[in-house]
Nanobody
Framework: QVQLVESGGGLVQAGGSLRLSCAASGIILSIKTMGWYRQCPGKQRELVAAFTRGDTTNYADSVKGRFTISRDNAKNTVYLQMNSLKPEDTAVYYC??????????????WGQGTQVTVSS
């Protein structure tokens, strides 16, 4: 089993910054993709930023230029630096990872979510 533990959410004023962290632990042979999604009440979960193949990153258009995803492969940890936050960034942010734990075992995992609230 693999666990994803998120931290770093909170309340911030518009224009402020937050940094989210997500650490993966457990039986991990490799992590294929890892990134961040968010979900607002009544809306579908959407991609925010993620590492896809290799070092390729993918960002939602709404966060380009404001958010930066980074990672520490040695720690199986991914970060999301969020700058110039807007009230519309308010959501529960979820970490996601596609993890290979064995030759025949590959599974998609989600963290428990961390609340980000941006006040106007």
């Amino acid at each position: 089993q693999v666990q994803l533990v998120e931290s770093g959410g909170g309340l911030v004023q518009a224009g402020g910054s937050l940094r989210l962290s997500c650490a993966a632990s457990g039986i991990i042979l490799s992590i294929k993709t890892m990134g961040w999604y968010r979900q607002c009440p009544g809306k579908q979960r959407e991609l925010v930023a993620a590492f896809t193949r290799g070092d390729t990153t993918n960002y939602a258009d709404s966060v380009k230029g404001r958010f930066t995803i980074s990672r520490d492969n040695a720690k199986n940890t991914v970060y999301l630096q969020m700058n110039s936050l807007k009230p519309e960034d308010t959501a529960v942010y979820y970490c996601n990872a596609d993890v290979r734990s064995g030759i025949w075992e590959r599974k998609d995992y989600w963290g428990q979510g961390t609340q980000v609230t941006v006040s106007s």
